[in-house]
């Protein structure tokens, strides 16, 4: 078993009391993989989208993230006890999902670990998938996708698939991948679908698998994700409870601010 | 000096059952009530210049089942039978046995609001409830 072992310069907690963040490799994970990172925040988006990687690609668990900032659960799958946070595997494809509500305090370290493992493993590219609130989201059809890049270059890249979000905040762990991605020289994608703020939103995870379709060419068919829309609600409601509680601590609501100055 | 106003009995009776429902509602944090057969439903309260809207996520819930009724001037109670019975089962949970017909919540409101003129409606499974503030 490999164990990669990361401790960030900050966290964000107590004065001189660094946590560390553990990525655990169970089995060998090449290099040069496209990494999907689908971690709870707005709607469940990138919590219900990477969930459907996993299972519609059939993708093997290979590893998990620990770390004493995050809850003392495990998560029991078949009466064996797992990590809430594991990365599954596919070819080249790798997905990193939460199975809980990630503390607004662990959310510094837990970035931090992410980007460093996928810069130690020369990650081709960092996609997190998530959502984006909007106020009348019963009253659209089909919720548009925009992306925040961390190089320009990535724009031609994007085509059609979504609309690069000019300006504006970003809040939480997506907003510090993408930040760190930028730091490390590790090419970063964030993409954003229109969604609800606190109601698992399966319609919207549709629409950013869509979206990474276009851009990766990674295939899975969003049919089930849309027809057992409401079970999938039913069943995510107390994860979206639990990090709607996470996201008021983050002031996740800045999202919706207008900043201050251009350019 | 003004008589104190008397209360009618059956607005005992009301305050008297919210109460009860509250407890229970603590009690069982986790939004599934074994016992009354409910879920407690993800929820939503803005309050705008005009009026107060609430959004509740429904899912499972037909718009013909949902009862929503205002208590005095800050309370909000719905009901909504689901179109199924709902197990724990069906969501993979194999040692609890609950099973689940409805959702329920009561919801204090931050204002006064004018419950007779309260409207609603549901769309993409989400009930959406606008009480106009009470002047």
């Given at each position: 078993m490999q164990q990669v072992f990361f401790e960030p310069?900050?966290?964000?907690?107590?004065?001189?009391?660094l946590e560390s963040v553990t990525v655990v490799e169970r089995k060998e994970i090449p290099q040069g993989f496209t990494l999907v990172n689908g971690l709870p925040d707005v709607g469940l988006v990138g919590v219900l989208a990477a969930s459907h990687l996993v299972s519609s690609l059939k993708m093997e668990e290979v590893g998990s993230i620990e770390s004493e900032s995050l809850p003392p659960l495990v998560v029991l799958h078949g009466g064996v006890p797992r990590s809430p946070i594991r990365i599954f595997l596919k070819e080249s494809l790798a997905t990193i999902v939460s199975e809980t509500a990630v503390p607004s305090e662990a959310v510094y370290s837990l970035a931090d670990a992410i980007v460093k493992w996928a810069g130690s493993k020369k990650a081709k590219l960092v996609i997190s998938v998530g959502g984006m609130a909007v106020?009348?989201?019963?009253?659209?059809e089909k919720p548009k996708v925009f992306a925040a890049l961390t190089?320009?270059?990535?724009i031609e890249m994007l085509g059609h698939s979504a609309e690069v979000l000019q300006e504006g905040y970003m809040v939480g762990p997506y907003a510090l991948i993408l930040k760190k991605c930028l730091d490390s020289k590790v090419s970063g994608v964030t993409l954003l679908a229109q969604?609800?703020?606190?109601y698992p939103d399966p319609e919207a995870a549709a629409a950013v698998l869509e979206s990474l379709e276009k851009i990766t060419g990674i295939k899975s068919d969003v049919s089930e994700l849309l027809q057992k829309g409401e079970e999938i609600r039913l069943k995510a409601k107390d994860i979206m409870r639990r990090t709607q509680e996470e996201m008021s601590k983050m002031s996740k609501?800045?999202?919706?601010e207008v900043p201050p100055l251009y350019g | 000096m003004p008589r104190p106003r008397r209360r009618r009995a059956s607005g005992i009776v009301d305050d008297s059952v919210r109460h009860t429902r509250k407890l229970r509602h603590e009690a069982f944090r986790s939004g599934w009530d074994e016992l009354a057969r409910s879920i407690e439903p993800l929820s939503n309260i803005t309050v705008g210049t005009e009026e107060i809207t609430i959004t509740l996520d429904l899912p499972l819930v037909d718009h013909k089942q949902v009862r929503v009724r205002v208590h005095g001037e800050n309370t909000v109670e719905v009901y909504a039978k689901t179109k199924r019975t709902v197990t724990f089962d069906d969501l993979g949970i194999r040692h609890r046995s609950g099973e689940f017909t409805c959702y329920h919540t009561l919801m204090d409101l931050p204002e006064p609001v004018d419950g007779a003129k309260a409207i609603y409606n549901m769309k993409r499974g989400i009930l959406e409830i606008r009480l106009p503030k009470l002047r």
């Open positions: 310069a900050w966290t964000g907690v107590k004065d001189g009391d106020q009348n989201r019963q009253n659209i190089h320009e270059s990535l969604s609800f703020y606190n609501s800045q999202e919706y | -």
